[in-house]
């Protein structure tokens, strides 16, 4: 599915939040841009935040899979989602 939103993510064990723009989101997978260079293997906790009374915050482990250079300065992440919290 298409989804043009902003998201958070962190590092395990790290207080270091980042952001990125989630581009594509399924069941099992995610494509988001970033600003950040981030490595295949990586694991990431990600939150994507509607900001609505009514949704909850998607809130997920991701393994990243590929890390692709965008236009600029940003970079195009594809994930496998590992586990939902």
């Not at 295949?40 to 991701?62: F, M």
């Amino acid at each position: 599915m298409i989804l043009k939103t902003d998201l958070t993510y962190t590092l395990p064990g790290s207080r270091n939040l980042f952001s990125g723009m989630c581009n594509n989101l399924s069941h099992s997978g995610i494509h988001f841009s970033t600003q950040n260079a981030l490595s295949a293997g990586n694991s990431l906790e990600i939150t994507i935040d509607p900001k609505s009374d009514k949704i909850r915050p998607l809130k997920a482990v991701v393994e990243v899979i590929r890390v692709d250079a965008d236009t600029g300065s940003t970079f195009g992440v594809a994930g496998k989602i590992v586990n939902y919290k």
